[in-house]
């Protein structure tokens, strides 16, 4: 047999967010509730009746009775970067020496990037590590030019006209 739903505390406020709901997700969070508890229905029965799976009508029920019947907006779960290497001011700190000596003149070397990486590591990482470190950061490789920004054009035409083999 099985468990008897439970939320029967929170009825009351269910059926009021029945008729006062703004949207789908609140309706149907409403009678993901008012359904088992009414007319004893089965959460795979609940969840046909408003079209969801069985498994998200007890999430968004579940829900509703862990907020006490208030809705409010449930945090997002944790974003990204959960197997980080460093935190993004390490990352800051670590990169300002390389991105000093770039605004210098000098070239960033993603090979000795790499290499202090993995001293600061004291492992050995991956190439794509340090190129997506850089990325973090908002450094992209620049291409060269295909020509001289100082070149002429014109002066090359008459070189290869005036050219002359022996």
């Given amino acids: 047999m099985a ?40 959460i795979e ?20 009775i862990r907020q006490g019947g208030i809705l409010k907006k449930e945090k997002p779960s944790r974003g990204g970067r959960r197997r980080e ?17 770039a605004k210098e003149g000098g070239i960033l070397v993603v090979s000795e990037i790499k290499n202090a990486l993995d001293q600061r590591l004291g492992r050995n990482v991956a190439l794509a590590s340090a190129y997506n470190l850089l990325h973090r950061h908002d450094w992209r490789k620049l291409a060269p ?17 005036n050219f ?3």
């Fill in 164 to 166: 002359q083999t022996s």
């Fill in 45 to 64: 029965q609940t969840a046909h009746a408003i079209g969801v799976s069985a498994g998200w009508a007890c999430q968004l029920r579940n829900r509703f």
């Fill in 3 to 42: 468990r008897k739903a439970r939320g029967r505390d929170l009825m009351d406020q269910a059926k009021e967010l029945l008729s006062k709901a703004k949207t789908a997700e609140e309706l149907r969070q409403a009678q993901a509730v008012v359904m088992p508890l009414e007319f004893g229905l089965s």
């Fill in 85 to 101: 290497n460093m935190g993004l001011e390490e990352e800051e700190a670590f990169l300002a020496p390389f991105f000093d000596k």
């Fill in 145 to 161: 030019d295909k020509r001289h920004p100082k070149s002429d054009a014109d002066a090359q035409d008459k070189w290869k006209k």
